[in-house]
């Protein structure tokens, strides 16, 4: 025992050399500044999600979509299977010692006895023994390790990523939930117009002021606001079963009135202008980053594999013909056997090993500059599309009141006998049309503001306030 402990102590103090690539990270493939480039913000903290969603039905859905969503569960589970791949990596570090205590009987007949007689012969032995000890002089183990450890942090960049993605996802389903609603009691609103409508020309009709084509255009235009109504409720529920996949659990009604406000998604104004340099807090473009570092280890465990690998093997303890002197003087035993292997003819195995580390660790680059792109167009496009928004809700409310006042003038004009039912028909038409679209530009005004905050990286690590660094200011 005593001649192996201190075999193993220099055998853990052995390794330590590396061959693993400096590490650098490559260049940015995108402009450095995103959006505005007049302005120079090199950082911005967001608002936690709960921050960003103050409307409390929302945050409820969010909450249960965080605790019961199949695919942030298994994001979850990916994240504790790379940290025990971690851990096995690792342990290879160290020696594996175990205790062993064997013990045998044999009876020799006489026949193959050397003394002619027949014989019991009894062994008995208690130990610790280490097997196969790789001494890692030119960091294989350690190469793996390092693998491993960027890939247990890439995972955790992952789940986070499906975290930001799944409140999105959320968020931007419960606002869809209420824009159709919206447009539901739209459609409904205009069914019970155009049911007036169909009376009141009716009226007309039996009076002998109106013409009976008259009559069957509001009948047309009454059956075709009620498919229009059919047609979203259809929709709303098809909103509501999407809603409740992605939270895992039943969806309550949602709320009465003008249910697409702005303050259902709050987010202070990013400026128009940020250095590219803030992207680089998305959670999958460091998942992307984590995972070249774990494909550029990966090359020095290949590169060591050229060089000797050396084995331990030793056992140490006590050995005796009788059960009862396994403890006595003398009885002890030990046994130690290193073991050296060089590689000499592989047929272009390591070679070919080693070429197909370094091809990874190239395709892992161009998927780290292709995560950056892809962040930078999406934050672009949401700063770009911003502005134009607000100008587009400010000119669809005003088309939604000139339209009002012209079906008021279209149906005065026409109770009057100075224009015909067309004239009418069309107005309600514009109108319909435009309070619909109202309420899907008011959508894409709020899921602008979500699609922003996932793609500069907001997260549930994320800031309560929003803070601008030097040279911007928060809005």
Request: charged share 20%; glycine share 8%; with cysteine.
């Amino acid at each position: 025992m005593k001649a192996l402990i201190p075999a193993l102590a220099v055998a853990l103090t052995l390794g330590g050399c590396s061959m693993i690539p400096d590490y650098q990270t490559p260049d940015s493939p995108v402009p450095q500044a995103v959006g505005d480039g007049n302005q120079d913000v090199d950082t911005v903290v967001l608002p936690g999600w709960e921050t960003l969603f103050p409307d409390p039905q929302l945050r409820a859905l969010i909450h249960t979509a965080l605790a019961n969503n199949r695919d942030l569960e298994l994001a979850m589970l990916d994240v504790a299977e790379a940290r025990a791949q971690y851990g096995i990596e690792g342990a290879a570090l160290f020696p594996e010692i175990g205790a062993s205590a064997d013990g045998s009987r044999q009876r020799l007949p006489a026949d193959l006895s050397g003394t002619g007689d027949s014989t019991i012969t009894s062994q008995y032995s208690v130990g610790l023994g280490v097997a196969a000890y790789e001494l890692d002089l030119f960091g294989r183990v350690r190469s793996l390790e390092e693998s491993a450890l960027q890939s247990y942090l890439a995972t955790e960049a992952a789940r986070r990523s499906a975290q930001i993605t799944l409140v999105s996802e959320v968020a931007n389903a419960y606002l869809t939930l209420l824009a159709d609603n919206q447009k539901l009691r739209i459609s409904e609103d205009t069914v019970a117009a155009q049911q007036a409508s169909v009376d009141l020309v009716r009226q007309r009709f039996d009076a002998g002021l109106a013409a009976e084509l008259d009559v069957r255009q509001a009948e047309i235009a009454l059956e075709t606001a009620r498919a229009n109504r059919a047609q979203l409720r259809r929709q709303v529920e098809q909103d509501r079963n999407a809603l409740s996949v992605l939270v895992s659990g039943p969806v309550p009604e949602t709320p009465e009135g003008n249910v697409i406000d702005p303050a259902v998604a709050l987010l202070a104004s990013v400026p128009a202008g940020l250095d590219a340099s803030v992207l680089l807090q998305r959670p999958d473009i460091r998942q992307a980053e984590f995972n070249l570092r774990a494909a550029n280890a990966n090359i020095g465990a290949a590169r060591a594999a050229f060089y000797p690998s050396i084995t331990l093997t030793g056992s140490a303890g006590t050995a005796s013909a009788d059960l009862s002197g396994l403890f006595e003087g003398g009885s002890g035993t030990w046994s130690f056997a290193p073991s050296i292997n060089l590689p000499i003819f592989t047929a272009g195995r390591l070679r070919d090993s080693l070429d197909v580390a370094e091809i990874r660790r190239d395709k892992a680059v161009i998927r780290y500059e292709q995560a950056i792109q892809s962040a930078f167009q999406e934050v672009a496009d949401a700063l770009a599309a911003r502005a134009h928004l607000a100008e587009q809700v400010e000119a669809q409310a005003s088309l939604v009141q000139a339209t009002e006042r012209s079906l008021n003038l279209a149906q005065a004009r026409y109770e009057g006998g100075a224009d015909d039912y067309l004239a009418v028909l069309d107005a309600q038409r514009e109108l319909l049309s435009a309070r619909q679209t109202l309420v899907d530009t008011k959508l894409l005004r709020l899921a602008n503001r979500i699609t922003l905050y996932r793609a500069l990286g907001g997260g549930e690590y994320a800031s309560e306030s929003l803070m601008i660094g030097e040279g911007g200011n928060a809005q």
